[in-house]
């Protein structure tokens, strides 16, 4: 059995984690990456992101381990680390089609916070 100590550790990694997917400009990317690994400038074709934006957000994710970046020649490709990652996307969408509309109508999820801030 964990700790107090042990279980606060463990949900402050577990906030970290979700983090990554709580941010509008991070889960596009997470999202973009779905299918398999891009360039920034792929990236941000497929998010509508601005380079600069798109490049932040990617140190983030890559910093907290959701994605991986591998060097090709003159450009970099990033990847989601671990396919566990698509599976949470996902499971995500699944539960979406069950409460959708409550979150919609939820007020403690204003759309405004959850935009906020880099990782």
Not at 65 to 84: K, T
Not at 97 to 116: K, Q, R
């Amino acid at each position: 059995m964990l700790t107090t100590t042990g279980q606060r550790s463990g949900l402050e990694q577990k906030t970290k984690l979700f983090r990554g997917f709580s941010d509008a400009s991070r889960l596009a990317i997470l999202e973009s990456l779905r299918d398999g690994a891009l360039s920034v400038g792929e990236v941000v074709e497929a998010t509508g992101l601005t380079q600069s934006n798109a490049s932040n957000h990617l140190a983030c994710l890559l910093g907290c381990g959701l994605v991986a970046r591998e060097q090709r020649g003159r450009y970099v490709y990033y990847r989601l680390s671990d396919p566990r990652v698509v599976e949470l996307l996902e499971l995500g969408d699944a539960l979406l089609g069950g409460v959708a509309s409550e979150i919609d109508s939820c007020p403690g999820y204003d759309a405004e916070s959850t935009t906020s801030g880099l990782g």
